[in-house]
């Protein structure tokens, strides 16, 4: 897979995540429970981060936000930071990923731009990361309690919401992990053929200049040569 089919496969992915997990936050049915009658369902109790509601079996909804934030328990405020804090990561991660992504014009050279991705794939794990202990934390609480045989009040479970924001913060993971693939990418593509065909260049030419160095501290003394022609003597020289 190439480096830009990589990149608009996590953007699609970390998009699609962002937009499921900000679609959590006010989505109403994050934990219901419901009283049955011997016929039909006399009425259906939901809840989600802002306030309790009750539906009667003709469909009509009473609702009581709740009065006061610092009233809160502990639980419900750690999760409407995280969340809250997990749609703003997104945004940036988005806007970053625009910014970074190969087949956009802006963000300047190929290695800038690797390193602008891999910012926005780090955002984007945070905003999965936050997302996720958001939810797991309220399915935490609903669980302990639908299971604790000494808890009396209305038991709840647990609720489409939470399997929306589970399905957004795999996706937001698993497409900031593609993003993240792009620096190496980045950084190992940066040299161009230009560069690489200098860099052999200058490496051929200290080879030229230390083969004469070699050579002349290799180099043996030629062996003498002999003349082919054989000298004629008189019979009279020794006279």
Not at 148 to 169: C, H, N, R, T
Not at 207 to 214: L, V, Y
């Amino acid at each position: 897979m190439s480096n830009m089919a990589r990149e608009i496969l996590g953007f699609i992915l970390t998009t699609s995540g962002w937009v499921l997990v900000s679609s959590t936050l006010p989505t109403d049915y994050w934990k219901v429970s419901s009283i049955d009658g011997t016929v039909i369902t006399t009425a259906t109790f939901w809840s989600n981060l802002w306030k309790t509601c009750v539906t009667d079996s003709t469909g009509v909804s009473n609702c009581k936000d709740f009065p006061s934030m610092l009233a809160l328990d502990g639980y419900i405020q750690v999760c409407r930071g995280l969340m809250i804090a997990a749609v703003c990561l997104g945004f940036f991660a988005s806007i970053f990923a625009l910014i970074g992504m190969k087949c956009t014009k802006i963000g300047g050279p190929d290695q800038t731009k690797a390193r602008i991705v891999c910012l926005s794939g780090i955002t984007f794990m945070c905003t999965g990361l936050c997302s996720l202990s958001a939810c797991s934390l309220y399915a935490h609480r609903i669980t302990s309690e639908f299971f604790d045989p000494m808890f009396v009040a209305q038991k709840y479970e647990l609720g489409a919401a939470l399997f929306i924001g589970w399905a957004g913060s795999t996706l937001c993971i698993l497409g900031g992990a593609l993003f993240c693939l792009s620096l190496s990418d980045g950084m190992s593509s940066n040299s161009s053929p230009s560069d690489r065909r200098a860099f052999v260049n200058s490496g051929a030419s200290l080879m030229s200049r230390a083969m004469p160095q070699s050579q002349s501290s290799h180099t043996r003394r030629p062996p003498p040569e002999y003349s082919g022609t054989s000298q004629h003597f008189d019979k009279n020289a020794y006279v």
